[in-house]
Structures are given as C-alpha cells and as structure tokens.
C-alpha cells in the first residue's frame, strides 16, 4: 500500500513578506506617509504665516518748532508787513506805465496811467459850464444893482426888482451844481493815474500797456484786477509756525535769530513782535512774527528763514513733543486705547494714551513717537506678531 503523501510542503511561510518583485514593501508605505505629513505641515504653515492685506497711515510730529539746546526753533518766511496789490480805481485801458521791478517809489508817485481822453474831455466841458455860468452870475449881480437905483427912484415896479433878485439866486445854485460837476469830473480824471500808495519798492508787475485793469470788484475773463505789488522792505520781518507745545516759551519782545536759507552761515538780530492770539487747529500752531532788526539787502521778501527764539533760565527740553495719528488707528479695547504698529511686515499692538481729536487725527500723548506706520481700521483676526501688507495708504 503507497504512503501517503506530506502536504507541509505547500504550506505559504508569512514570516518574511516580499512584494510582488521580492522585495520588502514597508519603505515605501513609510516613504509616502512622511510625504503626506511634510505636504500637510506645509499647507498649515503658509495658512498661518499667509499676510494679512490692511490700509496704513502715519503718525505725525505735528507743528513748525521744537526745542534744542540753542532754545525753540521754527521754520518760516520772510513777509513784507506793508504789501499792496495796486490796481486802478476805474475800468480803463492802460496807456502807460512807468516802473519795473526792482522800482523804488515814493508815496503818490504815478505808477501808471489810464486812457484818459474821455475824462479829460468831460471835464474841460464841467469847466467851461462853470465858466459860463459865472458870466452869468456877474451881468445878474449888476442888473440887481440897477434895478435897486431905479426901485429907489420908483422907476420900476417891485416886481422887477425881485425878479432880478431871483435870477441872481438861480444862478448862484447852478454855479456851484457846475463847481461840484468839475470837481467830479477833475476826480474822475485823476483816478485814471494810479499812484504808489506808500513809499516802498515795485515787487512785480502783474500788466502791461494796452491790457485792460479794473479795481479787483470789477476784474473778470482777461481784465488784469493788479497793475503792479509793491511793498515797503523796511517793514520785512518773519512769520512763523511754532507749535503749541512750545508757544508758552514765546512772548512779545524776546529776542530770536533769524537765519536765511539762501545765507545759512549769516545769522541776523530779530525780536519777537507780535504773538497772534489764535492757533490753527489743523496744524496745531500758533503764528509768530519776528522783527528783523539787521537790515540787509540781501534779505528778499519769500525767502524761507529759521527762527531761534533765544530762552534764558528755561528748561527747553521739558516741552513734550505732540504726536497726531489717524483716529481710525486708535481701537478702544477693555484696558484701554491700543495701535497697531506695522514694522518690517509685522503688526505690533501698542498701548498708548490719546488726547484730543482734530478731525480725521487724534492726538497720541504717548506710545508713540512720530513716523511711524500703523494699520487703519484693524481687522477682527489681527493678532500681535501677525504678518500683514499694506495694500493702499490713506
């Protein structure tokens, strides 16, 4: 009988599996599992650094002064105190003009002159009515003295002596209606000169013969409404804008030096003239102006100037400095008033302490220093250390 046959042979041995190929399949399987997880930690990292699109602003050191160690500064222009636009008093074409800039004129100087042939006219004519009726007037005077002599002797009735007596008062009225006519006319001739209205120097000359001017009421399409600006340069001095944070160290009478752009290593004497009692509150300034006290040719109206005003005994770096950012920067939060301070492409949250607003700005008493950009309107998901772009400035 055939033994039978030990099927142990076929048995499958799993205790060392292969691939189809013979080779061991767990790389791969551990190979695509570690790109999956780098493919996901990467999708998680750019959704999380992805910048957030904000609009910016600025904040601003506001005011034209600050204080050093030489004392308060500000910036500035040279002003005439004395300045005029001269134009004509009547609408006229201009027949002659006799400065250029740079003229220097005394006060009622003709500068120009007007065609004047129609009012020259009229009052040659105003003078000879008036000349006729004092022929008039002088035969009235000597009839009503004739007429008294024959009254006295009863050669002529009562009747005739007043009527010569009416003719005489007649006359006379007219005679000055006709002295007040020439006068009108003589005026109106005269204002066809236009004269310097002070003693001082042509700056510009704003027409030239043939243009028509008229008094700036009257001026409109090609009408010139100025014939030359002229201004006294003995009365120049500087306006400037000092901010208010400053303007407690500025009075009437203190001593500053003025220094030109064009000559800035020529310094000259100045004194503080007149504070003007009001602020800009857009700018957060108050005007100074200062005298000069060193004349100088050199020194022209325009010109930019800084101004030091001279401080003694005072603390000059005690004056805080006044810091203006978009209110729409500011966001109220629970412990209190917060901007965000975008710096290289990353929003910082800073605290701060606000002042007053002025407009579309508001006052940052601290936190901030001036210069630097902050986000308007911060969005809801801004977090501090979040990577923001501005996509527009307001």
């Given amino acids: 009988m055939t033994a039978p046959s030990d099927l142990s042979a076929l048995r499958i041995d799993r205790s060392n599996p292969t691939s189809p190929g013979g080779r061991s399949a767990w790389p791969l399987v551990i190979a695509l599992m570690v790109v999956a997880i780098v493919i996901a930690a990467l999708f998680a990292w750019r959704r999380n650094t992805a910048a957030i699109a904000v609009k910016t602003g600025t904040a601003e050191a506001t005011g034209g002064g600050s204080a050093n160690g030489d004392g308060i500064s500000a910036n500035g222009y040279v002003v005439a105190r004395t300045k005029a636009s001269v134009s004509s008093k009547i609408l006229g074409r201009l027949a002659w003009i006799g400065v250029h800039e740079g003229s220097v004129m005394k006060a009622n100087d003709v500068i120009a002159r007007l065609d004047d042939?129609?009012?020259?006219?009229?009052?040659?004519?105003?003078k000879a009515t008036a000349a006729s009726i004092e022929a008039q007037l002088a035969q009235a005077k000597r009839d009503l003295t004739r007429q008294r002599k024959l009254a006295q002797d009863g050669l002529v009735p009562p009747s005739a002596l007043?009527?010569?007596?009416?003719?005489?008062?007649v006359l006379t009225a007219q005679l000055g209606s006709a002295h007040a006519q020439m006068q009108l006319a003589e005026a109106s001739l005269e204002n066809t000169r236009v004269r310097a209205p002070f003693a001082g120097t042509v700056l510009r000359k704003d027409a030239e013969v043939g243009e028509i001017v008229a008094p700036s009421s009257a001026g409109g399409g090609l009408t010139r409404t100025a014939i030359v600006t002229m201004a006294d340069l003995t009365t120049l001095e500087v306006e400037v804008d000092v901010n208010e944070a400053y303007i407690a160290q500025v009075h009437n009478g203190q001593p500053?030096?003025?220094?030109l752009d064009a000559y800035p290593d020529t310094s000259f004497v100045g004194r503080v003239r007149q504070v003007v009692p009001t602020a800009d509150r857009q700018k957060a300034t108050v005007l100074v102006k200062v005298s000069i006290l060193d004349r100088d040719p050199r020194i022209l109206s325009e010109m930019g100037a800084k101004v030091v005003f001279e401080s003694r005994g005072a603390d000059k770096s005690a004056a805080p400095r006044r810091v203006m950012a978009p209110a729409?920067?500011?966001?109220?939060?629970?412990?209190?008033?917060?901007?965000?301070?975008?710096?290289?492409?990353?929003?910082?949250?800073?605290?701060?302490?606000?002042?007053?607003?002025?407009g579309d700005m508001i006052e940052i008493r601290q936190g901030l220093s001036g210069g630097e950009s902050v986000v308007l309107s911060p969005p809801a998901g801004l977090k501090d250390g979040s990577k923001v772009k501005s996509d527009g400035r307001s």
């Fill in 117 to 126: 042939a129609d009012y020259a006219a009229a009052a040659n004519s105003a």
């Fill in 256 to 259: 500053a030096r003025i220094t």
């Fill in 328 to 358: 729409a920067a500011v966001v109220q939060t629970g412990d209190g008033a917060v901007v965000w301070v975008v710096d290289a492409g990353v929003a910082k949250r800073v605290k701060v302490d606000v002042g007053p607003g002025r």
């Fill in 162 to 169: 007043e009527d010569s007596q009416t003719k005489l008062d």
